[in-house]
């Protein structure tokens, strides 16, 4: 069910209640499979909410009316978690007409009549307000209550509501559409004969019928079929050592080897939602990998491009390219600070996409692009950064426009030093503004700062590691990915899985925008978390780790 007005339309409506007639007092299998109907009053379904919830970034809103008058609440971010984690509940920052009583059902686990999951330990706040509900205590919004009886819903103050809608939207590149297109391509077509065409494949001309403006090659065999082929090499007869240019416009023909283009890639996977499949052969076997969700951003963006979650034969390495530019021999945008990935491998981010018939078992496995230590300089070891750490200079040649402090053997070594505290003279109570910058000096304790960090974070997939010294022993904590979103989002956490010594108090943080003393994004219904620990961080209600709290707390 969408929801096309008012501003700007896209929603997908989770929830409607406008006739009362449909009882919202269901069982846990009930509120996971949903029901009710699109021409009444309806829950979609946890499980459903959670599939969409997880495909890409979305925003919430949640509209009411009374006596006529509409209300509103807008959440900057949802989340919801899967069954294991009860459909646990994350919303972003509010602004609206309603109020912000969600705030307290935050990082609630669902609960319904038979199945108790809220924070009060006295009674069933499921059975109590007679629908399933993100609940904490029984106070809050419930919007699946008694219909009629509305103690405690969006609104600032108690009323009977006469409509409800809870709705999602995705934000900015993250178009959730009808996945009609593939079918398209495979039954909507024009086809040019080849005696070089497979019998699964044809050429497309455009119809009028598709978002697409060119000629393109559909593959109408593996998984249904439908697939638009953006990259083929079979004969080996076309070179993929090329210019920015020639990959942008696309180069070869669909009779042979060819690449379509990254504008028209870029085009293609911005009319909606699209998947992504890599098929190689070696040995005459195949092998196949298969990625959830393919996004391509434009050339402002460098053509970056965003996967999804994997499955197949041929292994995930992509994983390692995900959220990379586009580079080429004459245009360098990879991660590699000393060298040219492109010229090194003679092509582009994805050597295994790029590779998919050179018959080389290789391919199978992610390469990791060489590297030299020629642009850094070791401190002097009477600083307080010494070995194992050195400091690489600000290299505009490798789009490394700030210095850095690397660790160079904890693990492998490659680590760049985003927090330092080891002295306790430095200030870490700081506002949005210094922790956007970044504060101290690399020789003594710093923070590199949130823009730095998002921008290195938002070109390669990095793995963050935490370090803590307590009466001469080292703890740590390991998480396979690391991401810091933009400023927009508040810069918020993303952390992948946990390992180490330290335990994973991290956790509790994960999807948090960053707060400050000016600048609350927290979670905590009652105030500021920054202003009541000290500290910028990315708090949720409150903390259960703050590195740059008070010196002798932390």
């Known amino acids: 069910y969408c929801y096309v007005v008012p501003d700007s339309g896209g929603w997908v409506v989770i929830q409607r209640r406008v ?45 009411m009316t009374f006596d006529g008058i509409g209300f509103y609440a807008y959440f900057k971010r ?63 919004t419930n919007l699946n209550g008694q219909w009629g009886v509305t103690d405690g819903t969006a609104m600032k103050i108690t009323k009977e509501l006469e409509e409800t809608f809870v709705q999602l939207r995705t934000m900015v590149l993250f178009a959730l559409k009808e996945s009609m297109f593939p079918q398209r391509c495979a039954n909507d077509m024009t086809t040019l004969d080849s005696l070089f065409f497979p019998s699964s494949y044809a050429t497309v001309y455009p119809n009028g019928l598709l978002p697409i403006t060119f000629p393109h090659y559909c593959h109408a065999l593996h998984d249904s079929g439908g697939w638009v082929v953006i990259q083929r090499r079979v004969t080996g007869s076309v070179s993929f050592n090329r210019t920015w240019t020639e990959y942008k416009h696309g180069f070869g023909s669909f009779d042979s080897d060819f690449w379509l283009g990254n504008e028209k890639i870029h085009e293609i996977a911005s009319s909606g939602w699209y998947e992504m499949r890599v098929e190689m052969t070696f040995d005459g076997i195949g092998f196949y990998a298969y990625y959830k969700r393919f996004i391509m951003m434009d050339e402002s963006m460098s053509f970056k491009m965003i996967v999804g979650k ?54 199978l496995e992610p390469k990791v692009c060489k590297r030299g230590m020629a642009t850094h300089r070791v401190l002097p070891y009477q600083s307080n950064v010494h070995a194992p750490y050195v400091l690489i200079q600000t290299a505009p040649q490798f789009d490394v426009p700030f210095p850095m402090v690397c660790e160079f053997i904890t693990d492998g070594g490659g680590w760049i030093v985003i927090h330092r505290r080891t002295i306790g003279k430095l200030d870490f109570n700081r506002e949005w503004q210094q922790y956007k910058e970044g504060f101290g000096e690399l020789d003594g304790d710093f923070w590199l700062g949130l823009e730095k960090i998002h921008k290195l974070t938002s070109r390669w997939t990095h793995e963050l590691r935490v370090e803590l010294g307590y009466q001469g022993a080292v703890y740590y904590a390991n998480y396979d990915s690391f991401y810091v979103e933009g400023e927009y989002f508040s810069y918020s956490l993303n952390i992948g899985t946990y390992s180490g010594t330290a335990g994973d108090s991290l956790r509790y943080h994960d999807h948090m925008g960053f707060s400050t003393t000016d600048q609350d994004n927290d979670d905590w219904p009652r105030g500021s978390c920054a202003n009541q620990n000290g500290g910028g961080w990315w708090f949720a209600n409150c903390d259960t780790s703050n590195l740059n709290g008070n010196w002798a707390q932390s």
């Open 19 to 63: 006739t009362g007639s449909v009882s919202f007092n269901r069982t846990w299998t009930e509120y996971k499979h949903g029901f009710g109907s699109f021409d009444g009053d309806f829950w979609l379904g946890n499980e459903k909410i959670h599939e969409i919830a997880s495909s890409g970034w979305y925003e919430m809103r949640v509209e």
């Open 78 to 140: 949802f989340i919801m978690m899967d069954e294991s984690m009860s459909f646990k509940l994350i919303v972003g920052k509010y602004s609206g007409t309603a109020g912000n009583s969600l705030k307290l059902q935050s990082r609630q686990s669902f609960s319904t009549p038979d199945k108790d999951n809220d924070k009060n330990y006295f009674q069933n706040c499921a059975k109590e307000n007679t629908g399933g509900w993100w609940f904490a205590s029984c106070l809050g």
């Open 310 to 363: 994997y499955r197949g034969t041929a292994g995930n390495s992509l994983r390692l390219q995900r959220r990379q530019a586009f580079s080429t021999p004459d245009k360098d945008n990879d991660k590699n600070y000393f060298q040219n990935c492109a010229q090194e491998n003679t092509d582009f981010w994805s050597e295994s996409v790029e590779s998919l018939n050179r018959l080389d078992p290789s391919i």
